[in-house]
């Protein structure tokens, strides 16, 4: 599975932005996809999950309220819409995919950052 993140960027506090990951390959084996960040100095996080075939999704409270994943089936794709951005949204996002029978994310995409402004 190939993962491509795009839609990183400058944004001001309180502004939106929208990250697509677009999966290619053997995209029927997975199970669920999560978009993560890693700030400068912090551990990486988990901010959204999605379930891929039933749609169940999952949200920290850091995130929660503001960030919504949702997913295009039919072009492999998913989707976090960020809104209401803070400064400590300011991250390197990446997306990654957990295949059905795993335990564990195995495949990342490449990053895309994202650094919002005060």
């Known amino acids: 599975v190939q993962l491509v993140e795009s839609g990183g960027g400058l944004v001001q506090a309180g502004g939106s932005l929208r990250l697509s990951c677009a999966a290619s390959g053997r995209t029927f084996n997975i199970y669920a996809m999560g978009w993560f960040r890693r700030a400068p100095g912090k551990e990486r996080e988990l901010v959204s999950r999605?379930?891929?075939?039933?749609?169940?999704?999952y949200y920290p409270d850091s995130v929660k309220g503001r960030f919504t994943i949702s997913r295009d089936n039919a072009k492999n794709t998913v989707y976090l819409q960020m809104n209401t951005l803070k400064p400590e949204d300011t991250a390197v996002y990446y997306c990654?995919?957990?295949?059905?029978?795993?335990?564990?994310?195995?495949?990342w995409g490449q990053g895309t950052l994202v650094t919002v402004s005060s």
């Open positions: 999605i379930v891929w075939n039933v749609g169940t999704t």
């Open positions: 990654a995919a957990r295949l059905l029978g795993n335990m564990e994310y195995g495949y």
